[in-house]
């Protein structure tokens, strides 16, 4: 506390002496900002200090170099960050063009600051599945680093144009399957590959939580994080949570020691439950991979092994008070079947000589 004290009074103090210090003003919207309107304007007079403010800035991309960038490059970090954190005011606004825009200037300025990310979600709340395939096109490759948002927008648009499909689940070989299910399938395998967890939380199965600040890529966070900003773009799609919820489990079965090997990743890491134990609230239960899911087969065999197991062994053991309490339990059921048939045979005895006869 002492410390974001002492570093609040050097942003007043900064702003006492220069009247527009931009990364002075780009903490006080962080820190200080109470609504996201406060927090625009702050951002918008930050930029435009820096624009105006005749200090040079790179015209290239942003280029990290250490301790030894420049200040030319420090002031294009600066520009770039400012222009991210405008585009996501803006969208919490409404304001989705300029979201767009804004993002679309930051990735191109900023390609590993990940705001590829936040314009695929913009993309999808104005319903330009156009451009999202467009800018999915660039980042789906296998040879480039992935999130979940990017695997699942792209089960998202291969649902949306396969269309419901009534056999998803059943076996890739049989006849007359068509590239749109072929591609969408492998989709599928690709995207839970490297996020098992987020289909649990778009189908509602499991509750989750508000998104952290930070996630663990392919963790249990990730996939809090994207169903929480993404569960109304699956919704919008009728077809999309039917194909997952068929699919998605046959997925999880075909993968075969995901913790040693992987298909299209490498292989899923064990040490990404501490880290979401870490991040998330305690009161969450952090889902774990791989999953130890029992077949209902087995459960009955075993349960049926056990009552034989325990009969037998209470048969070997107690063999006098069994076999009287086995009288008692078949003179408690005779008797009644006895007063039955007699009750039968006085009262309807067509009836009764039917059955005797039968």
């Known amino acids: 506390m002492y410390v ?27 820190e200080e900002a109470a609504t996201l309107v ?43 960050y400012i222009k991210w954190r405008l585009g996501m005011c803006a969208r919490k606004l409404g304001h989705l063009k300029d979201a767009v825009r804004l993002f679309r200037q930051v990735t191109r300025d900023c390609p590993f600051l990940s705001a590829h990310e936040n314009l695929i979600e913009a993309l999808l709340e104005m319903k330009n599945y156009a451009d999202v ?22 089960v998202l648009l291969r649902a949306r144009s396969a269309g419901e499909l009534p056999l998803v689940s059943v076996d890739i070989n049989r006849g007359g399957v068509t590239n749109a299910e072929l591609e969408l ?19 509602e199965q499991k509750s989750f939580v508000l998104p952290p600040e930070h996630v663990v890529k392919r963790g249990d966070s990730e996939a809090v994080a994207y169903a929480f900003h ?35 990743f490498h292989p899923y890491p064990t040490s ?28 009955v065999n075993l349960l049926g092994c056990t009552l034989s197991f325990l009969i037998g062994l209470v048969l070997q053991t107690f063999p006098a008070p069994v076999k009287a309490g086995w009288l008692v339990m078949n003179h408690w059921f005779l008797i009644p079947l006895e007063m039955c048939s007699q009750l039968l045979e006085h009262y309807f005895p067509a009836i009764w000589l039917t059955l005797s006869e039968g």
């Not at 399938?185 to 189908?203: D, G, K, M, T, W």
């Open 4 to 30: 974001y004290h002492c570093v609040m009074t050097g942003c007043l103090s900064s702003l006492s002496l220069l009247c527009s210090h931009p990364a002075a003003l780009l903490l006080l919207a962080e």
């Open 38 to 80: 406060e927090t625009e304007g702050l951002l918008r007079q930050a930029m435009k200090s820096l624009e105006t403010s005749g200090q040079p800035i790179n015209a290239g991309p942003v280029v990290v170099v250490g301790c030894s960038q420049t200040t030319a490059g420090r002031n294009k970090a600066l520009l770039v």
């Open 133 to 154: 395939q467009q800018v999915l096109s660039k980042y789906d490759d296998l040879g480039l680093p992935k999130s979940a948002t990017i695997c699942y927008t792209s």
């Open 185 to 203: 399938v492998s989709s599928i395998s690709r995207a839970v590959e490297f996020n098992p967890h987020v289909p649990q939380y778009l189908l």
């Open 230 to 264: 993404h569960l109304r773009h699956w919704k919008q799609i009728d077809s999309a949570l039917v194909v997952l919820h068929y699919s998605w489990m046959t997925a999880i079965a075909h993968l075969q020691n995901p913790t040693l090997q992987g298909r299209y």
């Open 272 to 299: 990404t439950r501490d880290g979401d134990g870490q991040i998330l609230p305690s009161h969450h239960s952090v889902s774990t991979h791989p999953f130890k899911h029992t077949p209902v087969s087995i459960k």
